[in-house]
């Protein structure tokens, strides 16, 4: 049961990590529209034929 | 409902209903395009993926042959819900406005040599509109991006200022059949942004928190006498302590600061026993941690944490869903004004920013319009609204020389204003304030509760210090955890939530049927309404007005008298007033001269001097004051609303105007009439017309000719005999009534004005969707009920227990967390409560199919 003194610091590390992970996409704007991207990839299939 | 009912079209009625002539219509015939009815003897129709569609009127034809021919049809394949009226568009040349430097200053920014503008774009009902705004605008020529928000309704759109102009882009999006506008509160965007992104980091703190600490809390739970060494026990003690560290210190902060909040206003909310709650189980577990003794509790305030977080974030979000689509009511001072270049001289008015106005000019506010700046009355004498500034309903007489506030509203007639503050200088960032007061307004039932709790939890702190000394005598290693479990279990989180998760969820769910609440008390009023009243015009008919016949007096052509009632009603935005145009418009026929001292009387009709003679229009009686007795009489046709026109000479004559019945309305009133609901029409029409339209709808309780002060008395009459009213509506005419009815709907095809003024916006103009309206306030009011209920009983059992010493922390979490997890699952019932959230016919399988995909993803 050894291992659990370098799991359970380990784990904490690991949510940090996590919790960063998010923090950076929230700031980029990741979470500003939640149904969009399920519409548009739906929708997506002509796209505008521009020049 | 039935899970099928959701696409079955709405039954046709049997014609044998109407007696009188030829039915006004054999099916219920929708509108392609909008779902509106469409009007006996229509002939718009536009071809769609090689399928001639029938359609409402010529604004629906434009919008969806523009959107076939720009290769969109799969728009309607994709669509959920019918696309908006398009019916009452602003004149396209009011758009020429934002190409302006100086109005464009407010929301316009240059990115890389392009411009960028933030827009909000009213009419979104589905993803479909998304994507074909999104396409449409991208594909004209000069525009580099474009992109919707799908919850905010906001457009990023930036362009090539030298080869297309803003305009063109705004004009682009009003021909495919919705509005753009620019966004002009940015910064008030941007904290609603920031306001977002902090609760959902402050949810996925205490979300991730709980998780976690749960993995280490399990453990200690299921491990067995022994088989865990102290070491490792106190290793995850101390693990569950770090990560409830940011929970308690960073996502608790709005109850903290709530609770302080409260303390220092010396009143006792419910943030003050969560905070309580909270804030001493974490020091007892803190001790117990590190003093090695008693039990811990990082797991139970981690959950009790994140479910209050849930529901308040889902809370915050369908606030913010429904203010958004009600969002271009909320600008306090308009962007355009009509200004008159050379007054007194001459009356001709070209169009300019509002701000761009400068003291000492002249602006001409025509009637149901904003006033743009701060000023004084030049001339004429008129009705202003002021609800916005002095929160009072009864609209101000205001005549020459009277000062009126930029931002305020005019009722009655259209005056003339010498500007004296205009831009920043008026009074508009007050306004705006007062109106974000309005909003924030709390329901009543809100309130209710709140006080309640206040009782409640000086009770549970009174039981939780009771407990603690009690036991203090007796058991002393025990007093201090029994406190704490008193203070958990009967934490009023169930309390709290029932009431605003319910409420909050219902107002999601109406405005996904078109229903949009501005005030928070709607939902709970609607469902214990017990009188309706309709206005006719617009509400029960379509609104739309058609002339059918125009009978000269003796001696006058036709084209005279449509020529001096169109110079009569020019100023109007009166139903009859549009159709009296629209109709002499095709004949060729416009308004003569200026009319001058032009006077509208609410409820009788529209006075002017025309060629210096007194002209009137309007009711018989009205124009029988000037031009004598005995005015010719309509010939025939009681549905036909005439209105006559006279001078001091005599009478001009008399034109018909008839108002087709909307096909929906039978089956609104039926519906209503089945649940026990007293109906009663009150319109400003003549009572032949209203007692034809009322009797096509079976309905015994009307009166035609109503003043809006006679609807205002009728309805006072009906609340003092104890009834509830709710008040449907759509025109300026109705804006008392609507607010003297504890619950006003209007029609979101109607006037602005009334529209500001209600608590419930059907923003479809369909009046099934109040059917889905009422039916949703009732379950919400049953449920709210339900979890009060539940909430009151589970804290008549657990207090006793947990105060006999029979509840631990733990338990009493586990309890606490139970009761407020039930109590959001039975708010989120009425989520799943969908029918009618697609009233078209499937057009195809695929097609359905992929719609109801969408619907499912939604």
Redesign the interface.
């Known amino acids: 049961m050894d291992i659990l003194y370098l799991l359970i610091p380990l784990s904490l590390v690991l949510v940090f990590i996590i919790g960063a992970v998010f923090w950076v996409a929230l700031r980029g704007g990741q979470f500003d529209d939640l149904e969009g991207p399920a519409h548009r990839i739906l929708q997506d299939d002509d796209s505008p034929n521009r020049q | 409902m039935l899970p099928g009912a959701a696409n079955v079209p709405p039954v046709g009625h049997p014609e044998t209903r109407f007696d009188p002539g030829p039915p006004p219509f054999r099916e219920a015939a929708e509108c392609f395009h909008c779902g509106l009815p469409v009007p006996v003897g229509s002939r718009f129709t536009a071809m769609i993926d090689g399928e001639p569609r029938v359609m409402c009127c010529a604004g629906c034809q434009a919008v969806a042959q523009t959107i076939a021919a720009g290769?969109f049809e799969?728009y309607y394949r994709?669509r959920t819900t019918f696309a908006p009226s398009t019916s009452g568009e602003s004149a396209p040349d009011e758009l020429a406005i934002y190409d302006l430097p100086e109005v464009q200053r407010g929301f316009v920014r240059e990115v890389d040599g392009a411009l960028e503008a933030s827009l909000l774009l009213q009419g979104i009902t589905c993803?479909?509109c998304?994507?074909l705004n999104e396409?449409h605008v991208?594909?004209l020529?000069g525009v580099l991006a474009m992109e919707?928000?799908?919850?905010?309704h906001r457009a990023r759109v930036r362009w090539d200022p030298q080869r297309i102009l803003l305009s063109e882009i705004l004009r682009a999006v009003q021909a495919i059949g919705y509005r753009a506008f620019p966004a002009s509160n940015a910064g008030a965007e941007e904290a609603r942004?920031r306001e977002?992104?902090a609760a959902?980091?402050r949810l996925?703190?205490a979300g991730?928190g709980m998780m976690?600490v749960m993995?280490?809390a399990v453990p200690t739970y299921l491990a067995g006498a022994g088989t865990m060494?102290d070491?490792?026990a106190q290793?995850?003690r101390i693990?569950g302590f770090?990560?409830t560290v940011p929970v308690v210190f960073y996502a608790c902060a709005p109850f903290f600061r709530g609770a302080w909040r409260d303390f220092t206003l010396r009143r006792l909310g419910m943030d003050v026993p969560i905070a309580l709650g909270i804030g001493v189980s974490f020091a007892a577990s803190v001790i117990a941690t590190f003093g090695g003794r008693g039990e811990v509790y990082f797991d139970s305030i981690t959950m009790f944490v994140f479910f209050l977080l849930t529901g308040r974030y889902l809370e915050q979000r369908a606030r913010q869903r429904a203010a958004v689509s009600l969002e271009y009511l909320d600008r306090a001072l308009p962007l355009s004004a009509h200004r008159l270049t050379r007054y007194p001289i001459s009356r001709d008015s070209d169009t300019v920013p509002a701000v761009s106005l400068r003291p000492g000019e002249f602006v001409l506010v025509a009637p149901g319009e904003t006033v743009p700046a701060d000023g004084r009355v030049a001339e004429g004498e008129t009705e202003i609204d002021e609800s916005l500034l002095t929160g009072e309903s009864v609209p101000a007489p205001k005549s020459k020389g009277a000062t009126l506030v930029g931002g305020s509203v005019n009722r009655l007639n259209a005056v003339v204003l010498e500007v004296q503050h205009a831009g920043d200088d008026t009074r508009a960032s007050h306004i705006r304030r007062l109106t974000d007061r309005a909003a924030s307004q709390r329901p009543r039932i809100v309130e209710l509760t709140d006080r309640i709790a206040g009782w409640f939890v000086a009770g549970v702190l009174a039981c939780a210090g009771a407990a603690a000394l009690w036991w203090a005598a007796v058991e002393p290693a025990r007093a201090l955890w029994i406190a704490v479990a008193v203070l958990v279990v009967t934490c009023p989180c169930a309390l709290s939530l029932a009431t605003p998760t319910a409420l909050a969820i219902s107002v999601g769910a109406l405005a996904r049927r078109g229903a949009v609440a501005t005030r928070g008390h709607a939902v709970e009023t609607l469902a214990r309404v017990t009188h309706f009243v309709f206005d006719k015009t617009g509400t029960l008919t379509q609104g739309r007005l058609s002339l059918t016949s125009v009978q000269p007096s003796a001696g006058l052509t036709r084209g005279e008298l449509l020529a001096s009632a169109c110079t009569l009603e020019q100023g109007s935005e009166h139903p009859l007033a549009c159709a009296l145009r629209a109709a002499a418009a095709e004949e060729g026929v416009g308004a003569r001269t200026a009319a001058t001292h032009m006077r509208n009387v609410a409820g009788c009709g529209v006075e002017a001097r025309l060629d210096g003679q007194l002209h009137r229009i309007g009711t018989r009686s009205f124009v029988a004051q000037i031009a004598g007795e005995d005015g010719p009489a309509p010939a025939g046709d009681a549905g036909a609303t005439p209105v006559w026109v006279g001078s001091e000479r005599g009478w001009l004559g008399v034109l018909r105007f008839r108002d087709e019945l909307r096909p929906d309305a039978i089956e609104l009133l039926d519906e209503l009439k089945g649940q026990g609901k007293h109906v009663v029409i009150l319109s400003g029409d003549v009572p032949d017309a209203v007692e034809f339209v009322a009797r096509q709808l079976g309905v015994t309780d009307f009166a035609g000719g109503c003043s809006p002060e006679a609807k205002h008395a009728r309805v006072q009459a009906l609340q003092a005999g104890g009834a509830v009213v709710a008040m449907v509506g759509d025109g300026v005419n109705d804006a008392p009534v609507l607010a003297q009815a504890q619950v006003s709907i209007a029609m979101g095809t109607g006037a602005v004005l009334s529209q500001a003024r209600s608590d419930l916006v059907l923003l479809s103009g369909r009046l099934p969707a109040l059917l889905d309206a009422i039916r949703i306030s009732r379950r919400t009011l049953r449920i709210v009920r339900e979890n009060l209920a539940w909430a009151v009983a589970y804290n008549v059992v657990a207090l006793p227990l947990a105060m006999a010493g029979f509840v631990t922390p733990w338990l009493a979490g586990i309890g606490m967390a139970g009761s407020s997890l039930l109590v959001v699952l039975n708010a989120l019932r009425l989520v799943g409560d969908s029918p009618g959230a697609s009233r078209l016919a499937p057009q195809g399988p695929a097609a359905s199919s992929?719609a109801s995909?969408?619907v499912a993803?939604?």
Do not use: E, H
């Open positions: 290769g799969s994709d993803a479909a998304i994507w396409q991208a594909r020529p919707v928000n799908y919850t905010t942004k977002n992104r959902l980091w996925f703190v991730f976690q993995m280490y060494s070491d490792i290793l995850m693990a770090v990560l992929r995909r969408l993803r939604a």
